[in-house]
C-alpha cells in the first residue's frame, strides 16, 4: 500500500521505516528540512537501537523516501498515519494539540481522493471525533475520507523491535473499510499472530493514556514502598520479588529507583486528569494526582540523600553524574530524572561531571553550565561522590577497584538499584541505594569516613 506518515519524530521516523521494511511504499512528511534531509541521507536524527540498519535497508529498497510538502503527501498516500507529538501545553497540564491541528489544516484541502486518515499519537478522549468533523469540513472529498485512531505503545530503546512485533494492535474505527484498510497495512502482524482489537475511536484512544497510567501507577506503587523500606529499614527489592510472584501483580515496571520521565508518561497521565475534569469525571483519576507526586518526591529524595552522603552540603563538593537520559538504550533527556537531580546537586553548589553513553550532547543544550566527560573514569576524577541516576548496561560492568582510584572518597549512591551492592562494598565503597538497608560500615569504611568528615572539617576551619 501507499502509505505517509506525517511527523518523523521518535514515533513517526521509526513507523515510517518499519512500514517500508514491512513492503509498503512510504512517504514520510516533516515541516523539518533538516531532519528530512538528513533522514533521506540514511541518518538517524536520534538514538534507538536497530534503527539506522532498518533506514539503510529501506531506503535502498525505494520503498522509502521523506518530503516537506504535504500536498505531494495527499496526492501520494491511501493511507495517512498522523505521528505528531501531543506535548503538555504551558499554562496547564492538559495536552497541546496544536500540531494534530497543523496537520489537518495543511493536509485536508489536498485531500481529493478516497483515503484513510489514522492518527497514532496520543491524544485526549474525543481527539478523533474533532478531527473527523474538521476533516469532513476542508477536503473537498470529505465524506470519502474516514478518521481512524490506532494508538502506539512503543518503548524507547525497542521501538523498532514493538513496532514489527507488537504485543498487540488496537484500531479505532468507524466502519468495516476503515478496520479492512488497517488489517492490510498490518498484514504480517496479523499473519504471526499479533493481537488485533478492533473499537471504536474513543475506546482505541483510552487504551493508550489508560496503560500509561497504569504503568506510571506501579512504578509510583514501588517507589512509595522504597520510602517505607527506608524508614522500617526493610529491602525494597526483595520486597518486589515476593510481589511479582503473584501472577495477579507481575515484576515488571515494580523496580524501585529514581522514578519515570521522557516524553510520555508524566505528560500523558497529566493530559488525562485534565481531560478527566473536562468530562466531568475528574474524581475517577484523583489518584493520578499522588501517582505524579510520588514521582516528583523520588527526584527530591535522591538530592537529600546524596546530601547527606556528603556531609550536608554539596557546597564546593564534586559530583559524578553516571547518566542524563530518561532511561537506557535512548539519547532522550526530556523530563529526565537524572538531569533534574543533576541540575538540582549543581543547583546547591556542587561541581557536577556527568557521562553517558548516547546523551550527552541532548543534555548539554539542556543544562550547559554542567562539566560533561566521554569517559566514566573522567566523569569520577577526584568526585566526593558518585550518583548513580540512569541504568546503562555500561555501568554495570564498571570494576569498583579501578574506578575507587580515579576518585576522591569511595562514595556511591545507586538511586536505579541496579548495580551489585556487595560487590561495591567489597571493594570499600560506602553505598546507599533507595529503599535498601545500609549494613553496618566495615572497618576499611569507617577510616575512610573518618578521613572525608576531616575534609569537611577543614574546609569549614
Not at 514489527?164 to 504471526?192: F, K
Not at 473499537?199 to 504503568?215: G, Q, R, Y
Request: hydrophobic share 45%; charged share 25%.
Amino acid at each position: 500500500m501507499r502509505l505517509t506518515v506525517i511527523g518523523t519524530g521518535y514515533l513517526g521516523a521509526v513507523h515510517a521505516v518499519c512500514m517500508a521494511d514491512i513492503g509498503h511504499e512510504v512517504l514520510g512528511v516533516d515541516v523539518d528540512a533538516e531532519k528530512i534531509a538528513t533522514l533521506n541521507e540514511g541518518r538517524a536524527p536520534f538514538h534507538e537501537p536497530g534503527l539506522r540498519e532498518v533506514l539503510t535497508r529501506a531506503l535502498a529498497s525505494g520503498r522509502l523516501r521523506f518530503t516537506t510538502s504535504l500536498r505531494e503527501a495527499a496526492d501520494f498516500g491511501e493511507v495517512h498515519f498522523l505521528c505528531v507529538g501531543t506535548p503538555q501545553r504551558r499554562d496547564s497540564p492538559a495536552a497541546d494539540l496544536r500540531y494534530v491541528d497543523a496537520v489537518v489544516e495543511g493536509l485536508a484541502p489536498h485531500l481529493r481522493k478516497p483515503c484513510l486518515l489514522v492518527g497514532k499519537s496520543t491524544v485526549p478522549v474525543g481527539t478523533a471525533a474533532q478531527v473527523a468533523a474538521r476533516v469532513a469540513a476542508l477536503a473537498p472529498d470529505g465524506a470519502d475520507v474516514e478518521v481512524a485512531w490506532n494508538p502506539e505503545f512503543l518503548r524507547e530503546g525497542f521501538a523498532v523491535e514493538d513496532t514489527l512485533r507488537p504485543d498487540r494492535l488496537v484500531a479505532g474505527v468507524s466502519s468495516e473499510r476503515a478496520d479492512r484498510i488497517l488489517r492490510s497495512v498490518y498484514a504480517p502482524m496479523l499473519r504471526a499472530g499479533v493481537p488485533y482489537i478492533s473499537t471504536d475511536p474513543a475506546t482505541a484512544e483510552l487504551v493508550k493514556v489508560s496503560a500509561n497510567a497504569f504503568l506510571a501507577t506501579k512504578i509510583s506503587f514501588i517507589n512509595a514502598m522504597a520510602e517505607v523500606c527506608d524508614a522500617a529499614g526493610a529491602d525494597v527489592t526483595t520486597l518486589a520479588e515476593a510481589l511479582g510472584h503473584d501472577t495477579r501483580i507481575g515484576r515488571r515496571f515494580l523496580s524501585a529507583g529514581l522514578g519515570f520521565g521522557g516524553g510520555c508518561l508524566p505528560k500523558d497521565i497529566r493530559a488525562f486528569m485534565a481531560r478527566a475534569e473536562d468530562l466531568g469525571v475528574s474524581g475517577s483519576v484523583a489518584f493520578l494526582r499522588e501517582v505524579d507526586a510520588i514521582n516528583a518526591r523520588q527526584r527530591r529524595r535522591t538530592v537529600d540523600i546524596a546530601r547527606s552522603m556528603v556531609g550536608g552540603s554539596f557546597t564546593g563538593r564534586r559530583v559524578a553524574v553516571l547518566g542524563a537520559t530518561f532511561k537506557p538504550d535512548s539519547d532522550d533527556v526530556r523530563d529526565s530524572p537524572a538531569l533534574a537531580v543533576a541540575a538540582a546537586v549543581h543547583h546547591e553548589g556542587a561541581e557536577v561531571r556527568l557521562h553517558d553513553p548516547e546523551g550527552i550532547e541532548n543534555a548539554r543544550a539542556v543544562l550547559p553550565r554542567l562539566e560533561y566527560a566521554h569517559e566514566v573514569s573522567k566523569a569520577c576524577e577526584d568526585a566526593d561522590l558518585v550518583l548513580h541516576l540512569t541504568e546503562w548496561a555500561e555501568y554495570r560492568a564498571i570494576d569498583p577497584s579501578v574506578l575507587a582510584s580515579v576518585t576522591r572518597s569511595r562514595t556511591l549512591l545507586d538511586a536505579r538499584n541496579a548495580l551489585d551492592l556487595t560487590r561495591w562494598r567489597s571493594a570499600g565503597w560506602t553505598v546507599r541505594a533507595l529503599g535498601r538497608p545500609t549494613p553496618p560500615a566495615l572497618p576499611n569504611q569507617q577510616a575512610a569516613a573518618g578521613d572525608l568528615a576531616a575534609v569537611y572539617s577543614s574546609d569549614v576551619g
